[in-house]
């Protein structure tokens, strides 16, 4: 039976179209994805082996995931994933979405996906027997310190490299940035080409605000929402923080009108540059 997913646009909206795995995602739209990492209290987590018949990173170790089917939502497709392929019975209140990415295509790779990683807390026994198909060979539960080392010797899926930065136990705590308001320069207007990478084009103002410093050592950037058009200057509220767990800076989501714009809005029209690292959005 050949697996069918809702095709969804950037802005995490389903479009009620049905796209069938292993056929060519249209361009413009995204399949929903989800990795799974599951702790016990011990601070160890659920690690499975793919099998040697996978298509990808055969015998590699990772943690469950995979595509969500049509008409399911993210978490539904966490637990059914987690079931199929190491057997454990998740509960969805013990759920936690860590943080979305929007994936184009980089690194030579093409993903078209939105991707949920999730993180459940488990204290059951590893229950590997009942899996509902062979997509893994063993499965085990591993310190952080094993999965580095595997990550190390080139046995766990490179895509997954997020874990060792994105799981931060500090909350992030930017109640006295957000509500500010702010001005400043518009240095990369909308419709302009990166200086660095030209085939990446802006699809909203980017800028920075004079004399605040950022986490590297340059000078605060924006992303401003609230109009359409190129600008050279702006002043407005900053509405939200994006914070990238892989790199020293932080990236202000600012407002020329002081209206709220919903996180799918945010997530969607600043992933042409975003895409390359991994993050959150604070509010």
């Not at 991707?115 to 952080?144: I, P």
């Not at 500010?180 to 084009?201: A, F, L, N, Q």
Request: glycine residues 10%; charged residues 30%.
């Amino acid at each position: 039976m050949m697996e069918k997913w809702d095709l969804y646009t950037k802005y995490r909206e389903r479009t009620g179209l049905e796209h069938t795995r292993g056929e060519e995602i249209p361009s413009g739209y995204y399949h929903l994805a989800v990795h799974v990492w599951i702790k016990n209290s011990r601070g160890e987590y659920v690690i499975a082996r793919r099998a040697a018949d996978r298509p990808t990173y055969p015998l590699k170790w990772e943690c469950p995931g995979g595509s969500v089917l049509f008409g399911e939502s993210s978490v539904e497709g966490a637990i059914r994933e987690v079931k199929e392929e190491v057997g454990i019975d998740l509960s969805a209140d013990k759920g936690t979405l860590v943080f979305s990415k929007i994936r184009n295509s980089f690194d030579g790779k093409t993903f078209n996906d939105l991707m949920d990683v999730w993180l459940f807390s488990y204290d059951g026994e590893l229950t590997f027997d009942a899996a509902t198909t062979d997509e893994s060979s063993d499965c085990k539960w591993m310190t952080e310190e094993e999965i580095k080392s595997l990550y190390d010797a080139g046995e766990f899926v490179e895509t997954l490299d997020y874990f060792f930065c994105a799981f931060e136990t500090e909350e992030k705590d930017y109640s006295s940035i957000i509500g500010k308001t702010v001005s400043g320069t518009i240095d990369r207007p909308s419709g302009s080409r990166h200086p660095k990478h030209p085939d990446m084009v802006y699809p909203l103002n980017y800028g920075y605000i004079p004399g605040i410093t950022a986490g590297d050592g340059d000078e605060q950037d924006v992303y401003v929402f609230g109009t359409d058009g190129p600008i050279t200057e702006f002043t407005g509220k900053v509405i939200a923080v994006y914070h990238r767990f892989n790199d020293v800076e932080d990236k202000w989501i600012v407002s020329l009108d002081g209206e709220d714009v919903s996180d799918e809005r945010i997530l969607g029209d600043i992933s042409f540059q975003e895409q390359f690292f991994y993050g959150k959005l604070f509010r």
